[in-house]
């Protein structure tokens, strides 16, 4: 150990961190850090060592992790849209088997405590808001925003099937997934924001014009 923490560029405190915590535990703290610090700072004033900072540790631990910024910005926006399709999906999984009960589950999972926070929409809104975050968005997060489009429309086309709705699934899932957006966008930007519960009742008034035999403001019928 001795030799490892004089050649280590972490200093001899931090070299023996990985000895105490898991490396993905370690990568998880310096990402939710880098989350905070976008949240803050915005995606272009974003750096390793503000990050650092924000995790209470060195800089020369956040390079050993991801070597460059750009690395570091990647893992964050990949862990983000991994939270958030895990969310999804398990929320889908968990819900009934018919199609209201399906698509309110999907809805609905955009507003639950644990992901629609502050610093969560914030950093979302910095990776689509500003240009040099959209690329990076658009290359890493492509595929699974298709798929949630995919099951969306999905969802639409049962509602149809199932309960005698007459609605173009295609734009009908279009508009919910941009109210959806929308609401985000106006949680982090209005001068008197709103919380979640009011945010998900704006999404059901949205909803229930469409669908609304099986669904009103306050959600599923």
Not at 162 to 171: C, I, N, Q, T
Not at 190 to 207: D, F, H, I, N, R
């Amino acid at each position: 150990m001795a030799a490892l923490e004089k050649n280590s560029p972490l200093g001899p405190a931090e070299a023996a961190l990985p000895r105490k915590m898991p490396r993905d535990a370690r990568r998880q703290q310096l990402i939710e850090a880098t989350i905070e610090v976008i949240a803050k700072s915005g995606y272009s004033r974003t750096t390793m060592s503000e990050v650092a900072r924000m995790a209470g540790l060195s800089h020369g631990l956040v390079n050993f992790h991801f070597q460059t910024k750009e690395n570091l910005l990647i893992e964050t926006l990949l862990y983000l849209s991994e939270e958030y399709h895990q969310n999804w999906t398990s929320e889908t999984e968990a819900a009934g088997p018919g199609a209201a009960e399906q698509l309110y589950a999907m809805l609905a999972a955009d507003f639950l405590p644990a992901l629609c926070t502050p610093t969560r929409l914030s950093a979302w809104c910095a990776f689509w808001g500003e240009a040099s975050g959209r690329p990076l968005y658009q290359e890493n997060c492509g595929e699974r925003d298709a798929a949630y489009n995919l099951h969306l429309e999905m969802l639409c086309a049962r509602m149809n099937r199932e309960h005698g709705y007459s609605l173009d699934p295609v734009r009908t899932a279009r508009v919910l997934r941009v109210t959806t957006e929308g609401v985000w966008l106006d949680m982090m930007t209005m001068q008197q924001p709103y919380g979640p519960e009011e945010a998900k009742a704006t999404l059901m008034s949205c909803v229930a014009a469409f669908f609304p035999r099986h669904f009103s403001a306050a959600g599923l019928i």
